[in-house]
């Protein structure tokens, strides 16, 4: 069975710094997505970003990219110009033919 | 077609009680899952289904919990017998394997149970 594992329960970041998720996964596919989703407090939980693994490039959305190593079946998240707004709990996904996996999430905080 | 919907928000009942759940996807998306979630921990998986057809139900969803989705659409979610256990926000979840959009989950508000 897949399993994602998030080994940051907290993290916290001053604003306008950069910050680092760190996410791994177990899988014996080679065909497969991963994702980091954000749920702030309370509310709707909404993709951030998401990576194919058949590719290669890491994926950038604006101010969030990831860094996917494939063969250490890694999967982090870097936040760069911290906002107050991107305090919220982020999970690490994994999708393969079965479903969505999801890790336990890591808390960022982001000082003003 | 605003996103994934889902009734009620919020739901309190007495234990021992039956709830259901309503689930509203994304109107193109052939398929549709449902997790639980407590405070603090990630979603947890509970079924999910592809059209009409419930192709995976977790080894955690007891014999209290059942799930439909009768014409592919919309789909419910019952516990029978409610305990204080089953308290949890119950969130539902849609994506396609068809060749428009990506492959991520949409997720709706989600359902806050209480049993008291």
Not at chain 1, 5 to 18: D, F, H, I, R, Y
Not at chain 1, 60 to 65: D, H
Request: contains cysteine; proline residues 4%.
């Amino acid at each position: 069975a897949q399993t994602v594992t998030q080994s940051q329960p907290e993290m916290s970041v001053q604003e306008a710094e950069t910050v680092t998720l760190s996410c791994t996964y177990d899988t014996s596919e080679s065909d497969y997505y991963l994702f980091w989703y954000k749920q702030p407090p309370s509310r709707q939980m909404i993709l951030v970003i998401r990576q194919e693994a058949y590719k290669q490039q890491n994926a950038t959305e604006n101010r969030f990219s990831v860094n996917f190593q494939k063969a250490a079946k890694s999967f982090s998240l870097k936040i760069s110009d911290s906002q107050l707004g991107d305090a919220a709990m982020y999970f690490c996904a994994y999708r393969s033919a079965f479903g969505v996996v999801f890790g336990t999430g890591t808390l960022l905080a982001v000082q003003p | 077609d605003t996103g994934v919907s889902q009734d009620p928000r919020h739901k309190i009942t007495k234990r021992g009680q039956n709830v259901t759940f309503r689930c509203d996807p994304i109107s193109e998306h052939n398929r549709l899952y449902w997790y639980r979630q407590t405070l603090g921990q990630g979603p947890e998986f509970l079924t999910y289904f592809q059209n009409e057809a419930q192709l995976e139900k977790s080894r955690l969803l007891s014999d209290r919990f059942s799930a439909e989705r009768p014409k592919g659409s919309f789909s419910t979610l019952e516990i029978q017998r409610t305990e204080q256990g089953d308290s949890a926000m119950y969130l539902c979840a849609s994506s396609s394997t068809l060749g428009t959009g990506g492959p991520e989950a949409f997720f709706g508000q989600g359902t806050r149970l209480t049993v008291v």
